[in-house]
């Protein structure tokens, strides 16, 4: 095939670290519609199979899982006070002397069957697959002749890309890989220190000696530290060996784990994905089915993607998440999420444009724990079931109602979801609308559907339940449109309808402020999930086991609840909250009353503290607002706030 040749043939040698970065000298694309421009890219239309599939499942698998320690695992180990530190010199030894090189050999997925797990994966509803082709390691899972540490070569002695591949297109699903690269580079350079005190104290790391330096890099010069490295060496390296992988193995789908390579508007991050584009078309009569993914806001030009994360309200181009039921790789430490969490996050993103992209954590040897199969077989006959709302489907006119105020963003998945969750998809001339849950007096209630007097709109034939053969009494008011749900449950997960009818149309409607009313002995206690909140950033999570209020890094940013006080009287505040900085200052204002707390040093997010904050004398009764705002920006730290505790002073 003829190249369009950018500059000269670039190679993958480790250079050493005094040689001056020179400039790029040679990207070579392959010919085609899209060149490395954003304005080019911008003419890039989305594939069918991606906006209906929905669902994929991910392997973010190698080396890193042997320790069975969790995530980032190979740089940690060379960062004293760090957990994989710790672990590592007390199972492995100083990483002076048994390094990540060392742990390599180590991997072995003795047990790994991707034909078994595939059919697993495709059974639990999956219409892609992503492997893994390499992480932040540098350790490479492809069959590659640019790179000795790759799992051809060492450890399992596997092409692990290659055997993913194979079982994904025999059981009819989408390709992928995965590509953590780029951000190695800088990622990896804590391999090359040594300890600031103890006993090894200034003996170097394995990775400063230059013999490793093809797996650990050569050092970066000085300032070079942001999540993708300015030298032009290592962009080279990285064009270089992603080309390979998308040329030998055209996948489907491209993940890079940041925004553009090397930033939005860099000419080798857009010549990746103008190549991968261009290649595509080639072999698909000029029609581009590939999918680029990357954690940068697309505007049409690629799949947003969100890590943890969901999207506020639906966006009008396809957008993913990538998830995990667990750590990113195994942990032994961590709880998997339950098939209900799965559920709900792939109703949701499904709701708003987007797809799942789910990671199935697996072990060392490549085999699944049982609980994690068990979630698999949950998840596939609640697809037998749902996902005919699902598959296919596209958004409706709004993606649904919520009680819950979330916002979105990566890293904001752990919301306390509900039966007043309504989510809605649709399908030629079917509206779907799923619950989040099944409500406990068996009632369904959708404001969206109500038929307003006198309109002719929202003529609504049939409702007929997802699971259930029998038929179901339902209403339609100018207040809502309520369904009454058999006792049989076909899920305990949710409860979704199947509704048709002509000119179907979403009643806009502002759901009344939810009020806190005082338990028996006429305390309150104001929760995460049941505040009100005020700014762009501030967002409901989950830390510790229990929702808190967090991502509070704006100072402008408040919080508020309704109350109901029955009559005037005086309450002892207690506020629950973590704060890593410590010393932030923050006030609580109720009917015109102000306390004012500093919020202590905890040592984690995660940990929280009660800090007690006085009375407060309350001279009036009713609804009445409780607000929680920064005193002012000078001492304001950011703060998780699980909640606030009102109890009547004796």
Known sequence: MRLITLALALGLTALHASAAPAPLTNLTIAPGPFQPTLQSLSSYQYPAW??????????HWGPQAVPMNGDWYARGMYEPGNKHYRYHTNHYGHPSQFGYKDIIP????????????????????AKYFVSMGSHHDNFFLWNTKLHRWNSVNMG???????????????????????????????????????????????????????????????????????????????????????????????????????????????????SMIAHLYNQDAARHHGNVEAI????????????????????????????????????WYYNRDWKFRPVSWVIHMLVDNVSKNGNLLLNVVQRPDGSLDPEVEVMLAQLADWNDIHGEAIFGTRPWLV??????????????EDFKYSAKEIRFTSKDATLYAIA?????????????????????????????????????????????????????????????????????????????????????????????????????????????GQPNIGFWDNASDSVSWTIQVPQSGTFEVVASLACVSGASEFVVEVAGQTLTGQAPKTSGWDQFTELHLGSIAVQTSGNLTVIVRPKNPATWRPMNLRSLKLTQAK
Not at 50 to 59: E, H, L, P, T, V
Not at 195 to 212: E, I, L, M, R
Not at 399 to 412: C, I, N, P, W
Request: with cysteine; hydrophobic share 35%; glycine share 10%.
């Open 399 to 412: 993606y649904g109602e919520s009680a819950l105020k979330v916002k979105g963003g990566a890293f904001k």
């Open 436 to 544: 989040l849950g099944w409500p406990e007096d068996n009632t369904l209630v959708i404001r969206s559907l109500a038929k307003p007097l006198g309109e002719d709109g929202n003529q609504i034939s049939t409702v007929t339940l997802l699971g259930y053969d029998g038929k179901i009494p339902w209403k339609q008011t100018a207040d809502a449109l309520f369904v009454t749900l058999p006792s049989q449950r076909p899920s305990e997960f949710t409860a979704a309808l199947k509704i048709h009818g002509s000119n179907l149309k979403n009643i806009p409607f502002t759901l009344p402020p939810q009020v806190i009313s005082p338990d028996a002995k006429g305390n309150l206690r104001l929760g995460a999930d049941t505040a009100d909140l005020h700014g762009d950033q501030i967002n409901t999570e989950n830390q510790g």
């Open 106 to 125: 180590l991997w072995k997925a003795e047990k790994w069957d991707p034909d078994r797990l595939m059919q697993l994966y495709k059974r639990a509803g």
């Open 292 to 327: 680029y993914a990357c954690k940068q806001k697309s505007d049409g030009r690629w799949v947003e993607d969100l890590e943890r994360g969901i999207m506020p309200k639906i966006d009008p181009h396809p957008w993913q998440t990538d998830t995990s039921i667990g750590d």
């Open 156 to 270: 399992p002695k596997r092409d692990v890309v290659g055997e993913w591949q194979q079982a994904a297109r025999k059981h009819g699903l989408r390709f992928g890989v995965s590509e953590h690269l780029g951000a190695s580079f800088t990622w990896f350079q804590s391999s090359h220190g040594s300890d600031k005190s103890g006993p090894k104290a200034g003996v170097p790391y394995d990775g400063a000696n230059s013999n490793n330096w093809d797996l650990y890099h050569f050092p970066a010069t000085p300032g070079d530290t942001g999540w993708y490295s300015q030298d032009p060496r290592w962009h080279q390296q990285w064009f270089r060996a992603i080309r390979e992988l998308v040329d030998n193995y055209k996948p489907d789908l491209l993940y890079t784990d940041g925004g553009v390579a090397f930033g939005r508007d860099h000419f080798v991050g857009l």
């Open 50 to 59: 991606f906006r209906d599939a929905k669902f994929g499942i991910w392997s």
